[in-house]
């Protein structure tokens, strides 16, 4: 980014959106760095550094949990706001993000929007079907399916930040898990796995599970959903959600673990997150 | 542009490229314990402290840390007198050739000043993004021990 004459550190969000629309100084967003110190942009003008912007927040606003862009990760992993909930998959995921210096930097926004293959925390947002709150002079609000359909920085209009993440209050009996499986502890994902489960009388409910960097793009598992809607919870159940994502799953491979090696850590993996799951919603209900 | 920081406790204007990075901003404030190996974020060889918490100095353009406290290792010893972790450092030999040193003394010391009695998987997990080529990791995590000791003792 030789092309930077100018940084700039605005107060608010729609201050931060005016300089990012400024036609005379072309500008690009920053909060943690770590996506953007990479950049091969050479028309950037002017950084604009959103860290001061009051977006490092997190509450609870009528049950939904709303985090804004720029809480970092180390932060979001020792959130007690979070609680034991569904919503302890964002920590547990924030958690597992590179090491902590890393954690230190990285924010939610950024992980979400400057989207890599092994970003950590789409996955979460996808089986806790959180909103993504964009806005430029207008706001609009996506669901995380919509958000991920597409390479996120492609879907941001002019001038428009992600500005914070909207989790619906899961209902009773909700638990969440997550799983990343790594070579070694720091290193990247090869399969990232969220499922987000709500019991009722020992059957599913609703489920929600979602995959990604094993996949150009983290997704849902509808087909896996389907089969998990409406069983009976048991061991069988999850082996059959396992053996039915290892079979249909496209999944990517490269030197690091072959797409059939990727197709096995599905197949093997996917019921101990069901399990864990079901087994946070059943203490969430008690 | 202009750049107003913390750096090591004392105000500090420096005039800066604006598209440039942390590290080569702090070495010419001669802050040379600030070392550059990768530049990709992966060795913590450039770890700092910002705003107390260890962050990579590389991945960092200067500009993001205005107004913000920048501590690097030359903060540490005081009047000739080195850290306790540095002193344990030495005693444990947990150097070789020194150059991850200056990030692994900081990381220490970010854990430390948190929670004086880690436990060694603390330890471990505080160290886990800075790298050792040399001495391996034995020498070192007994050396955030022994610190952590030191710590204990003086605050008593």
Redo the contacts between chains.
């Keep these: 980014m030789s092309s930077v004459r100018q940084f700039a550190y605005p107060r608010t969000i729609e201050e931060a959106v005016e300089l990012l629309l400024d036609p005379s100084c072309r500008s690009a967003p920053i909060a943690g760095g770590t996506g953007a110190v990479f950049s091969k942009s050479a028309d950037v003008e002017r950084l604009v550094d959103i860290t001061r912007a009051g977006l490092d927040t997190l509450r609870v606003d009528g049950g939904e949990v709303v985090i804004g862009a720029t809480m970092r990760a180390a932060d979001l992993a020792a959130s007690s706001l979070l609680g034991n909930g569904a919503c302890a998959l964002v920590a547990e995921a924030a958690s597992r993000i590179g090491t902590p210096p890393i954690r230190n930097a990285v924010t939610l926004g950024g992980n979400l929007v400057h989207l890599l293959m092994w970003s950590d925390l789409p996955a979460a947002m996808l089986a806790l079907d959180a909103g993504m709150v964009l806005q430029a002079r207008e706001r609009r609000t996506l669901h995380a399916t919509e958000f991920f359909a597409i390479h996120p920085r492609r879907l941001l209009r002019e001038g428009e930040l992600l500005t914070e993440v909207r989790i619906p209050a899961p209902s009773a009996g909700t638990g969440g898990a997550f799983l990343k499986h790594t070579p070694s502890s720091g290193d990247y994902s090869v399969l990232t796995i969220a499922a987000v489960i709500t019991e009722d009388a020992g059957t599913v409910r609703d489920a929600r599970v979602a995959v990604s960097a094993a996949t150009n793009l983290p997704k849902r598992l509808h087909d896996v959903e389907e089969l998990l809607a409406g069983g009976e919870l048991d061991d069988g159940l999850f082996e059959r959600a396992g053996e039915m994502a290892g079979r249909a799953e496209k999944l990517l491979g490269n030197f690091k673990a072959s797409q059939e090696y990727r197709r096995h850590l599905l197949r093997s993996l996917l019921p101990g997150v069901l399990r864990q799951a079901t087994e946070r919603a059943r203490g969430a209900r008690s | 542009?202009r750049l107003e920081l913390t750096l090591n406790e004392e105000a500090v204007a420096v005039e800066i490229e604006?598209?440039e990075?942390l590290p080569s901003v702090l070495r010419r404030l001669g802050m040379k314990g600030v070392r550059t190996a990768c530049g990709q974020?992966h060795c913590?060889s450039c770890?700092i402290l910002?705003d107390g918490?260890?962050?990579?100095s590389?991945?960092?353009?200067a500009?993001?840390v205005?107004g913000r406290s920048v501590t690097t290792i030359e903060a540490l010893a005081r009047g000739g007198a080195l850290h306790p972790i540095q002193e344990a450092f030495l005693e444990e030999s947990a150097v070789q050739c020194g150059f991850c040193t200056p990030g692994m003394i900081l990381?220490a010391k970010a854990l430390l000043d948190g929670n004086n009695s880690p436990s060694e998987e603390e330890i471990r997990?505080?160290l886990?993004?800075n790298i050792c080529r040399c001495t391996g990791y034995g020498s070192i995590v007994r050396a955030v021990k022994s610190a952590a000791q030191k710590l204990r003792e003086e605050r008593r």
Aim: glycine share 20%; with cysteine.
């Design positions: 542009m604006p598209g990075k974020g913590g770890t910002l918490r260890p962050v990579r590389c991945l960092l353009f500009g993001q205005a990381a997990e505080s886990s993004g």
